[in-house]
């Protein structure tokens, strides 16, 4: 009964088998709960006057565009 030997005879077919991409399994997403009143860091496109709006009144302006925002979802 012949046997394949562990090392390939062919010295291409040996580097081949060096450069040959590793199977690699990807790892499960870990889905993690949401903590409550926490904020999430976002990028949001404003346009120039409504941002020198909320700026105006000086620094706490990202929680007041938050604050108009939630108003509004209320409504």
């Known amino acids: 009964m012949a046997t394949t030997p562990r090392r390939p005879a062919n010295p291409k077919d040996a ?3 060096l450069f040959r991409p590793a199977k690699k399994v990807a790892a499960p997403a870990v889905e993690r ?3 409550p009143n926490t ?3 976002v990028s949001l ?3 120039s006057d409504v941002l020198a709006y909320f700026q ?3 620094p706490g302006w990202q929680d ?3 604050d108009t925002l939630r108003a509004a979802v209320k409504r």
């Open 33 to 35: 709960p949401a903590i």
């Open 56 to 58: 105006a009144d000086g």
């Open 45 to 47: 496109k404003i346009d």
């Open 39 to 41: 904020k999430e860091l």
């Open 64 to 66: 007041r565009i938050n």
């Open 15 to 17: 580097a081949e088998a």
